[in-house]
T-cell receptor, first 111, second 113 residues
Framework: GEDVEQSLFLSVREGDSSVINCTYT??????LYWYKQEPGAGLQLLTY?????DMKQDQRLTVLLNKKDKHLSLRIADTQTGDSAIYFC???????????FGRGTSLIVHP | SAVISQKPSRDICQRGTSLTIQCQVD?????MFWYRQQPGQSLTLIAT?????????ESGFVIDKFPISRPNLTFSTLTVSNMSPEDSSIYLC??????????FGSGTQLSVL
């Protein structure tokens, strides 16, 4: 199986919260990331969390890390149409400096 | 943070030709990487661009097909050689700063006819 797994699609109504989930396999991962990719663009680093943290909040974004279950989530509060994009989860495995990416979750925000 | 300028942003090329993609970072960085992203897929690492030495290629990628240069700590190029339609993809340059942050260029959308 893949090292980093994400569901492929998420559809939410504008104004609701979005929760994008990610699971990974390496228990010694050091950093975990969330990236946003809009059509025709590169990847924008949204936020990242160090493995000794459980939660990180940055304005509308909340990252939760459950190391026991190797589960990472990104919550977007008050989701707007401009949040429609593909969101990639990534980890840096222990002993490496090279991130491993999931396949991305396509977030669709509808009125 | 780091600002990465990548060009060209897109190109349409003929089979058998080569394209060189340039990546310029606004600060000195230790690690630079080149990724390929095929439609609907995740990012696949092509190689790590090493300053002053040959690039380190991932399994399935070879120097003859994807030669890489890294003449200094702010600049790298990736060449896609002898292109075929299977090389049509988005190519992304990235740079790692401070040991934990990985930033990306805006990507090059390559179409090979």
């Amino acid at each position: 199986g893949e090292d980093v797994e994400q569901s492929l699609f998420l559809s939410v109504r504008e104004g609701d919260s979005s929760v994008i989930n990610c699971t990974y396999t390496d228990s010694s991962s050091t950093y975990l990331y969330w990236y946003k990719q809009e059509p025709g663009a590169g990847l924008q680093l949204l936020t990242y969390i160090f493995s000794n943290m459980d939660m990180k909040q940055d304005q509308r974004l909340t990252v939760l890390l459950n190391k026991k279950d190797k589960h990472l989530s990104l919550r977007i509060a008050d989701t707007q149409t401009g949040d429609s994009a593909i969101y990639f989860c990534a980890e840096i495995p222990g002993g490496s400096y090279i991130p491993t990416f999931g396949r991305g979750t396509s977030l669709i925000v509808h009125p | 943070s780091a600002v990465i300028s990548q060009k060209p942003s897109r190109d349409i090329c003929q089979r058998g030709t080569s394209l060189t993609i340039q990546c310029q970072v606004d600060s000195q960085v230790t690690m630079m990487f080149w990724y390929r992203q095929q439609p609907g897929q995740s990012l696949t690492l092509i190689a790590t661009a090493n300053q002053g030495s040959e690039a380190t290629y991932e399994s399935g990628f070879v120097i003859d097909k994807f030669p890489i240069s890294r003449p200094n700590l702010t600049f790298s190029t990736l060449t896609v050689s002898n292109m075929s339609p299977e090389d049509s993809s988005i190519y992304l340059c990235s740079a790692q700063t401070g040991g934990e942050k990985l930033f990306f260029g805006s990507g090059t959308q390559l179409s090979v006819l």
